[in-house]
């Protein structure tokens, strides 16, 4: 069975400072990863994916995760926070082995950045 | 193009009662899901279509009914309503039941009394 677990209920970080957003899985097959952001009173808006090659990749709004296959994570990271970037965000995992598509998201985490 | 689209976006039901929440996309996507989300547990997924006239359970299917008759709409029934089923509902949909980015809807907040 696919699952995710974003360990950290809440983020915070100074405005300028580097964030990090962590996100481990577990998926039977090759993961599919994916970030998504949920501001307030909105419906989900897509990041970024790693499908598959380099284990870095970038997104939207200057965000890049890491996708590190030997500790099964996939953390989100931006070198240089804004005040708008406080959202929540969700990491989402499918299995590149399943004919069901089904994608499964962890519990989200808070990103509050402070001025 | 809308996107996803879906109504209502606000509901208020009695214990029992039954109602169907709409959902549509524009896109011509194969595939569309239903979550429901709820503080502390994130979306959880209630079902999902790889297509039109095929439909399968996800996480949290109990309570809730789908049928996929077209492309392009995907509503979820509500045929007895409780306490427990209040929460933010999300439809989504993208191109294949592969890789793709997934849009969603703004959601419908439901609360049964």
């Known amino acids: 069975a696919q699952s995710v677990a974003q360990p950290e209920d809440q983020v915070n970080v100074a405005e300028g400072n580097p964030l990090t957003v962590k996100c481990t899985y577990s998926?039977?097959?090759?993961?599919?990863l994916f970030w998504y952001v949920q501001y307030p009173n909105r419906g989900l808006q897509f990041l970024l994916k790693?499908?598959?090659?380099?284990?870095l990749v970038k997104g939207s709004y200057g965000f890049e995760a890491e996708f590190n296959k030997s500790q099964t994570s996939f953390h989100l990271k931006k070198p240089s926070a804004l005040v708008s970037d406080s959202a929540l965000y969700f990491c989402a995992v499918s299995s590149g082995s399943s004919n069901t598509g089904k994608l499964i998201f962890g519990q989200g985490t808070t990103l509050q950045v402070k001025p | 193009n809308a996107g996803v689209t879906q109504t209502p976006k606000f509901q208020v039901l009695k214990t029992g009662q039954s109602m169907t929440l709409q959902c549509a996309q524009d896109m011509n996507h194969e595939y569309m899901s239903w979550y429901r989300q709820d503080p502390g547990m994130g979306l959880r997924l209630i079902h999902y279509?790889?297509?039109?006239?095929?439909?399968d359970q996800g996480e949290v299917p109990n309570g809730y009914n789908v049928s996929r008759s077209t492309t392009e709409d995907f509503p979820l029934r509500l045929l007895s309503a409780a306490p427990s089923q209040t929460s933010v509902y999300f439809c989504a949909s993208r191109i294949n039941r592969s890789w793709g980015e997934q849009y969603f809807g703004p959601g419908t907040r439901l609360t049964v009394t």
């Open positions: 279509s790889v297509g039109a006239g095929i439909t």
């Open positions: 790693y499908i598959t090659g380099d284990n």
């Open positions: 998926v039977s097959g090759n993961p599919y």
